[in-house]
Nanobody
Framework: QVQFVESGGGLVQPGGRLTLSCTAS????????MAWYRQSPGKERERVAS????????IYSGPFEGRFTISRDNDKTQVSLRMDSLEPEDTAVYYC????????????WGQGTQVTVSS
């Protein structure tokens, strides 16, 4: 079965940094483009970044202004998200999923990892 396990979130002060990790299973990870999403209270889920199956291409959503970096390790079936210069508006639950045709490939989500940016 398809599974995603996210970790690495926590409480951080504005301007701080965190690196999130997602371990995936149940599909051919090395053939799959992957993405990070987030959802905050009162807002719809949004895509943060995506990365091609080989890691050779990455796309970031405009609002993140280059503060986030996505990477992957196919041997470990992991995709990571490095977040720098965090702002209170980044507070959300962060999820990963396979991405296909610009949308989540599976209607399966992990527990997510909570990121809280507060002074």
């Amino acid at each position: 079965q398809v599974q995603f396990v996210e970790s690495g979130g926590g409480l951080v002060q504005p301007g701080g940094r965190l690196t999130l990790s997602c371990t995936a299973s149940g599909f051919a990870f090395s053939r799959a483009a992957m993405a990070w999403y987030r959802q905050s209270p009162g807002k719809e889920r949004e895509r943060v970044a995506s990365i091609s199956n080989t890691g050779g291409s990455a796309i970031y959503s405009g609002p993140f202004e280059g503060r986030f970096t996505i990477s992957r390790d196919n041997d470990k079936t992991q995709v990571s998200l490095r977040m720098d210069s965090l702002e209170p508006e980044d507070t959300a639950v962060y999820y990963c999923n396979r991405i296909q045709n610009e949308r989540p490939a599976y209607d399966v989500w992990g527990q997510g990892t909570q990121v809280t940016v507060s002074s």
